[in-house]
């Protein structure tokens, strides 16, 4: 086993086990809090409820164009959705290019010491859990913003998240799903060219590697001091599924009817990397209005 794959499964391992002890600081966390410790975490373990939200980023609702030049305009876009947990830990983030497009003189020398590794997610650390959203369900993410389940969660400060999908997929859409744990439908142009498709994806298609789970780890959570009421927005990016997507090779469509990507074809492998990319899933808290307090 290298290096990389122990960091990786070791990070996966204490994530797993940070979200388990979370049931446990929620039940101490109002004596803790009822201590009068000092500092600037004198706060920090007390019990939450948090509403959460989903929603679609506005660039995904309206036609946007892919990493290979293809316009897509979603008419569907339907998501099974397990859990959400919160973490302290610092997100995982791939390393930006510099402004003038190549590495800098100090990212080159990172590369060398350390080649790969540092971009590999087995960096990503989740540190402490914040909180859990845990009643699975299904949305369409073309229909704006859908309330989702209340999370339990903790005071503390939160940076980065897991988002699980939903397999098999529960809630309103399970049936539509048929099994599926995303289901996307809509146009791909590109020139002359025109495709009617339809991207599906089952939880084996997005399982984590370490974990074994469809999940994908360190999502950005936008840094916040959770420490009273609000509500967690997760912000799914369609357009993110598919940027990677070349559409060219999709059959065209006789009746205007969607056409399947095939499976294990460049476009559905190109779908498949896109739904486990950290980027295509963001969260943020906003606190309650002094009125919703009341």
Same mark, same amino acid.
């Given at each position: 086993?290298?290096?990389?794959?122990?960091?990786?499964?070791?990070?996966?391992?204490?994530? $797993?086990? =940070?979200?388990?002890?979370?049931?446990?600081?929620? =039940? +101490? &966390?109002?004596?803790? =809090? @009822?201590?009068?410790?000092? @500092?600037?975490?004198?706060?920090? &373990? /007390?019990? $939450?409820?948090?509403?959460?939200?989903?929603?679609?980023?506005?660039?995904?609702?309206?036609?946007?164009?892919?990493?290979?030049?293809?316009?897509?305009?979603?008419? /569907?876009?339907?998501?099974?959705?397990?859990? $959400?947990?919160?973490?302290?830990?610092?997100?995982?983030?791939?390393?930006?290019?510099?402004?003038?497009?190549?590495?800098?003189?100090? *990212?080159?020398?990172?590369?060398?010491?350390?080649?790969?590794?540092?971009?590999?997610?087995?960096?990503?650390?989740?540190?402490?859990?914040?909180?859990?959203?845990?009643?699975?369900?299904?949305?369409?993410?073309?229909? &704006?913003?859908?309330?989702?389940?209340?999370?339990?969660?903790?005071?503390?400060?939160?940076?980065?998240?897991?988002?699980?999908?939903?397999?098999?997929?529960?809630?309103?859409?399970?049936?539509?799903?048929?099994?599926?744990?995303? +289901?996307?439908?809509?146009?791909?142009? /590109?020139?002359?060219?025109?495709?009617?498709?339809?991207?599906?994806?089952? +939880?084996?298609?997005?399982?984590?590697d370490a974990t074994g789970e469809p999940s994908v780890d360190?999502?950005?959570?936008?840094?916040?001091?959770? %420490?009273?009421?609000?509500?967690?927005?997760?912000?799914? /990016?369609?357009?993110?599924?598919?940027?990677?997507?070349?559409?060219?090779?999709?059959?065209?469509? %006789?009746?205007?009817?969607?056409?399947?990507?095939?499976? *294990?074809?460049?476009?559905?492998?190109?779908?498949?990397?896109?739904?486990? #990319?950290?980027?295509?899933? +963001?969260?943020?808290?906003?606190?309650?209005?002094?009125? *919703? #307090? *009341?």
């Amino acid at each position: 086993m290298t290096s990389t794959t122990a960091q990786t499964r070791s990070g996966r391992r204490a994530a $797993l086990a =940070a979200s388990g002890r979370l049931a446990a600081a929620l =039940a +101490a &966390g109002a004596l803790a =809090a @009822g201590c009068g410790a000092a @500092g600037d975490d004198a706060t920090s &373990g /007390k019990r $939450l409820t948090l509403a959460t939200q989903i929603a679609p980023d506005a660039a995904s609702a309206a036609p946007f164009t892919n990493a290979l030049g293809w316009t897509i305009t979603l008419s /569907k876009a339907h998501l099974a959705i397990g859990s $959400l947990h919160y973490f302290e830990g610092a997100p995982f983030t791939a390393r930006r290019p510099s402004p003038g497009g190549g590495p800098t003189l100090l *990212e080159r020398l990172a590369r060398w010491a350390v080649p790969e590794a540092h971009a590999h997610p087995g960096h990503y650390q989740a540190g402490e859990a914040r909180g859990q959203m845990t009643q699975p369900t299904s949305v369409d993410l073309l229909q &704006g913003t859908t309330a989702l389940a209340d999370a339990d969660a903790v005071s503390g400060v939160a940076r980065s998240a897991r988002f699980t999908f939903g397999a098999p997929p529960s809630g309103p859409l399970a049936a539509a799903l048929d099994g599926h744990v995303v +289901a996307v439908e809509g146009r791909a142009e /590109k020139g002359e060219l025109a495709r009617v498709f339809r991207a599906r994806a089952l +939880a084996a298609d997005v399982l984590d590697d370490a974990t074994g789970e469809p999940s994908v780890d360190g999502c950005v959570f936008e840094e916040v001091f959770l %420490d009273g009421p609000g509500a967690v927005t997760l912000v799914v /990016k369609p357009a993110v599924w598919l940027d990677q997507v070349d559409f060219e090779a999709v059959a065209a469509s %006789d009746d205007g009817a969607p056409v399947d990507l095939e499976p *294990e074809s460049p476009a559905q492998r190109g779908f498949t990397r896109g739904l486990k #990319k950290g980027t295509a899933y +963001a969260l943020s808290f906003a606190p309650a209005s002094p009125e *919703e #307090k *009341e």
